[in-house]
């Protein structure tokens, strides 16, 4: 196996090249390093695929590499190329590493800091070093951040710069005067970092958050940042960095003789840099590049790299990502712990420190019998409390919420070592229940509680379900957490709504979450919808028997229970049918009331089922999910009310033909006689008039085709609507127009006239899910559908040529299925189709769609991450459903057949 170059070796090369004189030597010798730094690569690349290999050890290779990289450089520049026999006192130097490099680890295409450290001012043979140096890097394709700094310049910066002040914390010698380095950096411990700890530790808690903010304000994000993001290696380092300038340590070990950590959490410690740097390796060398996004696409290839294979129903990549979490979560303990240290260290020298540090004043009064306030954090009195009566592991988390005080670290770490304790007699004892639940229910601080046991490890063994999915990554791109952190989340949102945070997005939420009959069943509901993944059955199946188990256990009554196991097995209900079905057809609204049953089931399925979806994470929320729930919920509620869904629409088509007439008197006669019955059941008053508005457009123009557009803002919607001569396929051709001008139709009704003109409206929106409000875009959609229509784009070509480049869904596989269905509606055949989500899908099965002689009368689009789910009501050329059994499979397999030619990235 290939190795580093040793000792020997590079004296062979010096030997080789140092013949040389002038600029040729570089030219000859710089090609030869080069390919020694890709050699190593290569090495590092060969031992991160052997058994257990240690990333830190690896990065550590790859900085001592550099480092005889840059010696054999800097002797062949001043000994050669740039000879100074007798330097002057003034032309010493030393070559610094700071940053990553002075730390003495890199990725293999991490930036090579350097520092040109000189006694004074730079002379000119000094400037024809650096500059014939950082051209030989450059020339090596590196990426090289410099700096050249007299001793007195270095002092005055980092006085005045954070960020040189850090690059320098870990600074070492690399080549030159080892006296000028040493001085300079006793001044920098003497005149800089001895007096300046509160400024340092405030302005890196301050940077971090702000990089956390950045990166997404979660350790349990699905893409992750191993560099950057909240757990990462920078996280490590800012600690380390903490501690070195307030405590004095120089290495991470010290940590233990400073007794900040105990040998336990130092090893956790240890094991999640070295975890987190063996990723970071994985990810520069499979990109070619310096990337720290774990993202999709790349993920299954370094779970592969790294032998995580698939274990029962958990996939590679979820095992992988589950052991990453939780190494951010061990990152995330070691900052509660140094943090607390930093403080207790810095109260004995400057108490100011303390407003500082994420704590709270001292609190002089006892929290309850059995604890204490340490510097405002709650701790034990006594460790052995937690032996003798157990239910304190509980109630410790219940007085940090009510005093809204952090659990002293030492407490964390007893409860990190004695997790035993919580066995099946204290997951039955009555108390610790009551005081979980009142944790659970507590609307002003039950998410933060909440996460902090999952941190302590504390809630995955109270409730042994919940400890089944820690961690747990759902290998999608719908999903932005994992499963545990999406549950609380879930929770923090349920109190958001019931606080009143969130009145003017969801006003329906809002007004009915304090008309709920139990305030446990929504939040015991909201935290067990989810428990059950993973598993081989149904999540929401499974997940209802752990609440009929849970529920009675946490003091809920029988009906209480029943509600909240019901809850969880129908907590997918209100966002399928809203999303996937046309809620103007009466059949929907039956088969949906026959379910739910009850007013008060609507409610509570109603707000969970809000929160929910708003728990998932960022963008995946619309105005228009929103205006869908609400119009199911007013169609139930009017079901359960006693109005015959049927009837109801009788009454509403009524309504709407008498509304219009009296608005538009001129044009009532011909517009009421153009529309059947249909028409006037399905669509709204708005939609109507906007309609009424094109057929006198089309008519005063005398065009042959008209268009209309409006964007809704608070519904996230656009609604675009075409009137012209009715031909087969001419819907295809739309969804294919809005597909090349790049947005997304999420519903679609289609009408032809009594005088055969077909009047299409087709609900869009952005790449973002919100409304269209460029005008400028709108004209390019309608262009685009001129051309579509009269041939002026051959649109399978150009979908074909667009879907070349590539897209994050494509990262995924998603099993393609088609299912036909004459039981959802009593005048059309629902087809519903499922596959990855792509450019012009809508198209391709509505093209398949003509060609089977069906008219597509709606269409209802939902997509979930990469998962895109398009239902669609049709009828056969009669006007009736679609029976026949052999027509019924060959309408399946044609789409199919289009789905797979096209996954495969054939022209259909």
């Not at 956390?212 to 979660?218: A, P, T």
């Not at 380390?240 to 003789?257: C, H, N, Q, V």
């Not at 941190?455 to 719908?478: H, R, S, T, W």
């Not at 088509?653 to 006689?673: D, M």
Request: charged share 25%.
């Amino acid at each position: 196996m290939k190795n580093f170059l040793d000792s020997q070796q590079l004296s062979l090369i010096r030997l080789k090249h140092f013949e040389n004189q002038g600029a040729s030597l570089l030219k000859s010798l710089v090609p030869e390093l080069q390919q020694i730094w890709a050699n190593a690569h290569h090495v590092v690349d060969e031992r991160l695929m052997l058994a257990r290999p240690d990333g830190l050890k690896l990065a550590r290779l790859l900085a001592t590499q550099m480092d005889d990289i840059i010696s054999t450089l800097l002797d062949a520049i001043t000994l050669h190329v740039h000879r100074n026999p007798n330097p002057s006192k003034a032309e010493a130097f030393a070559l610094v590493a700071t940053g990553g490099y002075g730390r003495h680890a890199m990725a293999p295409f991490s930036d090579v800091d350097v520092l040109f450290l000189t006694p004074y001012k730079q002379t000119p043979w000094g400037e024809q070093v650096v500059e014939s140096m950082l051209y030989a890097l450059w020339d090596m394709k590196l990426k090289v951040g410099h700096a050249v700094r007299s001793a007195d310049e270095t002092i005055v910066m980092a006085r005045s710069d954070m960020t040189i002040r850090t690059a320098l914390l870990e600074s070492r010698l690399v080549y030159g005067d080892k006296n000028l380095f040493e001085q300079c950096k006793k001044r920098l411990e003497r005149e800089v970092f001895a007096t300046t700890a509160m400024e340092f530790v405030s302005a890196k808690l301050q940077e971090r958050d702000q990089r956390h903010k950045r990166h997404g304000g979660s350790r349990y994000l699905v893409e992750p940042n191993v560099k950057d993001g909240k757990g990462g290696l920078r996280d490590l380092h800012t600690l380390f960095w903490l501690a070195k300038y307030s405590l004095g340590t120089r290495e991470p070990e010290d940590l233990i003789k400073k007794s900040v950590l105990s040998r336990d959490a130092y090893r956790r410690f240890d094991r999640a840099r070295r975890f987190l740097w063996t990723v970071r390796l994985h990810l520069h060398l499979c990109r070619g590049r310096a990337e720290e996004r774990v993202s999709f696409d790349i993920q299954p290839e370094i779970a592969q790299r790294m032998g995580f294979a698939q274990r029962g129903t958990m996939r590679g990549v979820e095992r992988f990502m589950k052991r990453y979490f939780l190494a951010a979560k061990d990152v995330g303990d070691m900052t509660r712990i140094i943090c607390a240290a930093l403080e207790e260290e810095q109260k004995k020298k400057a108490p100011g420190l303390v407003r500082l540090l994420p704590s709270f004043l001292t609190m002089q009064t006892k929290p309850a019998e059995g604890f204490r306030f340490v510097n405002g954090r709650i701790d034990f009195d006594k460790p052995s409390i937690i032996e003798t009566n157990p239910t304190t592991i509980i109630e410790i988390f219940r007085l940090s919420q009510v005093h809204q005080a952090d659990i002293h670290p030492k407490a964390l770490e007893l409860l990190a070592e004695r997790l035993q304790l919580i066995n099946s007699q204290l997951r039955q004892d009555k108390r610790a229940n009551q005081l979980f639940l009142k944790i659970l229910t507590d609307a002003d601080h039950c998410e933060n509680t909440l996460r902090r046991m999952n941190e302590a490890g504390v809630l995955g063994k109270f409730l042994p379900d919940f400890g089944k999915i820690v961690a747990m990554m759902q290998f999608n791109m719908y999903h932005h957490y994992t499963a545990d952190e999406h549950l609380i989340q879930a929770v923090g949102m349920l109190a958001q709504i019931e606080r009143g945070l969130h009145k003017e997005q969801h006003p329906l939420a809002s007004e009915l979450v304090g008309r709920l009959g139990s305030r446990d069943v929504i939040y015991l509901a909201m935290f067990l919808h989810d428990m059950a993944k993973g598993r081989d059955e149904d999540h929401s199946i499974a997940g209802a028997r752990i609440a009929q188990k849970l529920a009675p256990r946490l003091g809920l009554s029988a009906a209480d229970t029943e509600t909240v196991a019901w809850l969880v097995r129908h907590h997918l209900l209100m966002s399928d049918v809203a999303q996937r079905r046309d809620l103007s057809d009466p059949k929907t609204i039956a088969d949906f009331v026959s379910i739910v049953h009850t007013p008060a089931r609507l409610r509570y399925l109603l707000v969970l089922t809000v929160a929910d979806i708003r728990a998932v994470g960022p963008g995946v929320w619309n105005g228009w999910k929103g205006e869908l729930l609400r119009q199911l919920y007013q169609s139930a509620h009017d079901a359960m009310a006693g109005v015959n869904p049927a009837r109801r629409q009788s009454h509403a088509a009524h309504r709407s033909r008498e509304q219009f007439a009296q608005q538009y008197p001129s044009v009532q006669e011909r517009f009421l006689n153009m529309h059947y019955d249909s028409y006037w059941t399905t669509m709204d008053q708005g939609t109507i008039a906007a309609h009424a508005e094109l057929v006198n457009q089309r008519d005063s123009k005398g065009s042959s085709i008209a268009f209309s557009s409006m964007d809704d803002q608070f519904r996230g919607i656009t609604r675009f609507c075409i009137l012209t001569d009715d031909h087969p396929g001419l819907f295809s051709r739309l969804t294919g127009a809005v597909a090349l001008s790049g947005l997304s139709v999420v519903d679609a009704k289609i009408f032809t006239t009594t005088d055969g003109l077909a009047l299409d409206t087709l609900w869009i929106q952005d790449e973002r899910g919100q409304a269209i409000n460029d005008a400028s875009r709108i004209k390019r959609l309608e262009q685009a559908v001129l051309d579509s229509l009269h041939g002026a784009v051959i649109l399978p070509d150009e979908l074909a040529h667009r879907r070349k480049k590539r897209t994050k869904a494509d990262a995924f596989s998603v099993a393609s299925d088609v299912s036909l269905d004459n039981e959802a509606s009593q005048t059309h055949t629902l087809i519903e189709v499922s596959a990855r989500d792509r450019l012009g899908l809508l198209y391709d099965i509505s093209r398949v769609l003509v060609a089977q002689n069906l008219r597509i009368s709606s269409a209802q689009i939902a997509t979930f991450g990469e998962k895109a789910v398009d239902v669609l009501y049709v009828r056969d050329a009669f006007g009736l459903k679609v029976t026949n059994e052999t027509k019924m499979v060959r309408i399946r397999e044609a789409l199919l057949d289009i789905l797979q030619k096209n996954a495969m990235g054939m022209v259909a």
